[in-house]
């Protein structure tokens, strides 16, 4: 009779005699298909021939990386390049694992040779550009005691592809004026509670001459200046967009009020009472102190704000007349513990309302990453996309190769702001909205 113990045995045993057999087999193929099987890059081959006759060379190769990623372009593959991943481990390491970009599981890296350095690769679009991250997941034991194990994040970082879609408006630009930036507060009955406003007004601001209104939720990451940190951190530079844009004369003259939050962001955006705040006190407000006149009201935000800026949108249709929303997050309800996105139990709130909404008076852009959660995000999108256009909305569509950051919304920022606020995409808007009072098919323009 077997036990387990033997059963075990056994296995190990028959494993030990195939191995060398298997070994044997693939020790027959050419060393040099070996060696790009394993090291699939031609910098990764260099590496491990240096690495066989001076152990400096990985140490050296490492510090000298500005970013810890290479990026290669095969010219047999054009379309494509491949990103290789470094890291440092040290005794304890068991894994390390890359977070980001296409894959969306991640990579687990390899270790080169016997050494502290792991690497690994990735295929990516040409035009790709998203962040990443690394965690390190150690193992140690002090004595007989049992192992510990421990996770530690390691790195940040950004991946920009060579073809990858950015916006010059994002870099302050030699000869452009700059607008100001004041803070102001406003006592808000909707919210009970006084809020602090961040009012952008254009160079060479005219208070005769009628402006757009942007109202850009998540105010203090958008008010930030160029170059305010690592790519890969939370911020944008709106008011340098906006006064680039508007030097170039592709968007008319615009004020903004950025909306700061006040340590109840996952509370408000969702709230009835964060919409009221923002249409009848944050709008009222800025039409009283600032010249709108009869220009846009467009409200922007990403992710759970741009739940936020369309519920505004609406619950107050006449008052809202464009939603700016990067990577929404549409599978929210009304209460917050339903809003897991995974697997998420209900179907999104605003996606049922919308669906039971007249055509409303409002003019849509949306987009979001393809490395964004999957379906839990991108379809979303699509679904909510997809009923705005059924109700005979004028609706842009994007979708780029890129993930859930600052790092893609402040390059697709610029041209959605175009969208809505440049004088030949507002008459086009404007004749469609009047062509047909009834609902319709509309004029999405997709870019996928």
């Known amino acids: 009779m077997l036990t387990l113990r033997s059963t075990t045995t056994a296995l190990a045993l028959l494993l030990g005699a195939l191995v060398p057999v298997a070994a044997a087999q693939e020790g027959a193929s050419d060393p040099e298909e070996v060696l790009r099987r394993e090291y699939p890059t031609h910098t990764l081959r260099e590496l491990?021939?240096?690495?066989?006759?001076?152990?400096?060379?990985?140490?050296?190769?490492?510090?000298?990386?500005?970013?810890?990623?290479?990026?290669?372009?095969?010219?047999?593959?054009?379309?494509?390049?491949?990103?290789?991943?470094?890291?440092?481990?040290d005794a304890d390491t068991d894994y390390l694992l890359q977070a980001g970009g296409p894959d969306f599981y991640g990579l687990r890296f390899r270790q080169i040779g016997e050494s502290d350095y792991y690497f690994c690769t990735q295929q990516i679009p040409r035009d790709a550009w998203f962040t990443y991250g690394v965690n390190a997941f150690s193992r140690s034991r002090t004595g007989d005691g049992p192992f510990q194990?421990?996770?530690?994040?390691?790195?940040?970082?950004?991946?920009?592809?060579?073809?990858?879609?950015?916006?010059?408006?994002i870099e302050a630009s030699l000869g452009v004026p700059s607008g100001t930036v004041r803070e102001v507060t406003l006592q808000s009955t909707a919210m009970g509670e006084e809020r602090t406003l961040l009012i952008y007004t254009p160079p060479g601001y005219d208070a005769s001459q009628s402006?757009?209104?942007?109202?850009?939720?998540?105010?203090?990451?958008?008010?930030?200046?160029?170059?305010?940190?690592?790519?890969?951190?939370?911020w944008t530079p709106l008011p340098t967009v906006l006064d680039n844009l508007g030097f170039a004369g592709e968007i008319g003259p615009t004020v903004a009020v950025l909306v700061p939050n006040q340590g109840q962001r996952s509370r408000d955006l969702i709230s009835r009472s964060f919409t009221d705040f923002l249409a009848l006190e944050v709008v009222a407000w800025a039409r009283q102190y600032l010249a709108v006149g009869d220009g846009r009201v467009v409200v922007s935000g990403p992710s759970r704000a741009a739940f936020a800026a369309m519920h505004t949108a609406?619950?107050?249709?006449?008052?809202?007349d464009g939603v700016l929303s990067q990577s929404g997050s549409f599978y929210y309800t009304?209460?917050?513990?339903?809003?897991?996105?995974?697997?998420?139990?209900?179907?999104?709130?605003?996606?049922?309302?919308?669906?039971?909404?007249?055509?409303?008076?409002?003019?849509?852009?949306l987009d979001v990453g393809l490395y964004d959660l999957g379906l839990g995000r991108v379809g979303v999108n699509r679904q909510l996309r997809d009923i705005l256009e059924l109700k005979g909305h004028s609706v842009r569509y994007v979708e780029y190769k890129g993930g859930h950051a600052h790092l893609n919304w402040r390059h697709t920022l610029p041209p959605a702001l175009t969208y809505f606020l440049s004088s030949s995409q507002e008459a086009e808007n404007a004749e469609q909205r009047a062509s047909d009072s009834a609902p319709r098919p509309a004029r999405a323009h997709r870019e996928e």
């Open 149 to 169: 194990t421990s996770m530690e994040h390691v790195d940040d970082g950004v991946v920009v592809g060579p073809d990858a879609p950015l916006s010059p408006h």
């Open 211 to 234: 402006h757009h209104l942007l109202i850009q939720l998540d105010g203090q990451n958008f008010a930030r200046s160029p170059g305010h940190g690592p790519a890969w951190q939370g």
């Open 334 to 365: 009304l209460d917050e513990r339903d809003n897991w996105p995974v697997y998420p139990e209900f179907e999104g709130y605003l996606l049922n309302e919308f669906r039971r909404a007249l055509t409303l008076p409002v003019d849509f852009y």
């Open 314 to 320: 609406l619950r107050h249709p006449t008052v809202v």
């Open 48 to 89: 491990w021939r240096s690495y066989q006759t001076d152990e400096g060379a990985l140490v050296r190769f490492y510090n000298a990386l500005t970013e810890r990623h290479l990026i290669e372009v095969d010219v047999e593959r054009p379309g494509v390049a491949t990103v290789t991943y470094f890291a440092r481990g």
